[in-house]
């Protein structure tokens, strides 16, 4: 495994994890991590609707859990395995031969493999190599995405309060990491502006961009928002959002793509799972046979749901899709009822 980075440790953010996702890590011996969600409770204003999430028969539910807790259990069970994981290794160039692949770092340092399989995200490298002549470009999203982490033993199912111009996301997400002393929730937010401003943007001053929108949450969220200021655990995690490029190939005789160095858009909320749903099916190619046909099926298939959720996703986020006006909150409301009554109460996500 190389990886970029010196170590998978830093400052972390939450993330949801589907029933699907879930199923992938339980396969591969990671279990007990993060809180189970099985509803979405959505608000306008101060009335909520409540939905059960959608899952298969048997299976596990949904998860809330920070990235580093899925970093360190998945670590553990790499040195299980008695894979190697070559740390600050930047991937500058690939040699391809007839019956193996050679991966070149910036500093020259090369590792010779079977495959070479791409999950470097979406300004990813490989892609570029795959698809010469095309770009890996992240492209801006037009907005900040944060999250405030905070210690609490309250039970949160998965929240989302739509609000004026903008949604605030909560929920339970357990421990931040395996040897964490407490449980904590979870808090996430988007802020619309320019790349520059989302580059440089200090803590302090996202602080303060969120209390000024703060005074007009409902009391529920404004005394949470003073709980996550007041304690001196709470983590807050920020960075500008980027979307990918739509690659024209996924795959050739050696290298292949998975998760957002794949996906037309960036990592939003569904991305982990849809990143280890790519590498199932990955890996159900390389202990089948490998046929071309087999190969392109991959790619149609994984991409087109990439492509849905992704293309969802960022509708949702665009500045000019936020609610701003209390009748636009009312209306938006009143659907979302209908649509619970039609579905009976359950969605997919």
């Known amino acids: 495994m ?14 949801r994890i589907s029933a699907k996702g879930v199923r992938v890590l339980e396969k591969i011996g990671i279990h007990n991590i993060g809180e189970n969600t099985e509803k979405l409770v959505m608000y306008f204003g101060t009335k909520h609707i409540k939905f059960d999430v959608k899952n298969e028969k048997d299976a596990s539910p949904a998860i809330l859990v920070t990235r580093l807790a899925v970093f360190e259990k998945l670590r553990e069970r790499i040195n299980e395995l008695g894979i190697n994981i070559i740390y600050k290794y930047k991937l500058d160039n690939v ?3 007839a019956d193996n692949v050679v991966a070149v770092s910036s500093d ?33 999203a037009g907005y900040l995405g944060l999250g405030f982490i905070y210690p609490s033993d309250e039970k949160i199912e998965m929240s989302l309060f739509n609000i004026l111009n903008g949604n605030i996301g909560l ?7 395996p040897d964490d002393t407490c449980n904590n929730n979870f808090l996430w937010a988007h802020i619309h502006m320019s790349e520059a401003e989302a580059k440089a943007i200090s803590d302090k ?32 995690y920020h960075q500008p959002v980027y979307n990918g490029n739509l690659p024209s190939k996924w795959f050739n005789d050696r290298l292949f793509l998975i998760g957002d160095a794949a996906h037309p858009y960036g990592p939003g909320g569904q991305g982990i799972s849809l990143a280890m749903l790519d590498a199932e099916a990955l890996c159900s190619l390389f202990t089948n046979e490998l046929t071309e046909e ?10 087109a749901i990439a492509k849905e959720k992704g293309e969802s996703s960022e509708e949702r986020n665009k500045p000019e899709n936020q609610i701003t006006s209390n009748f636009g909150l009312w209306w938006k409301g009143v659907f979302m009822k209908g649509f619970h009554l039609f579905s009976g109460g359950k969605i997919e996500l």
């Open 2 to 15: 190389l990886e970029a980075r010196e170590s998978f440790g830093g400052v972390t953010s939450g993330v």
């Open 95 to 97: 040699i391809e031969n």
């Open 108 to 140: 020259g340092k090369k590792i010779q493999g079977k495959y070479l399989v791409g999950a470097d995200g979406v300004g990813s490298k490989v892609r570029s190599l795959l698809n010469a002549g095309g770009t890996s470009e992240k492209r801006y």
């Open 171 to 177: 929920g339970s997400i357990g421990k931040i990491s």
């Open 205 to 236: 001053e996202v602080f303060e961009r969120i209390a000024e929108r703060a005074k007009g949450w409902t009391p529920h969220l404004r005394q949470v928002f003073q709980e996550i200021k007041a304690n001196p655990k709470t983590i807050l």
């Open 294 to 303: 087999k190969k392109i099926n991959f790619q149609i298939t994984r991409a």
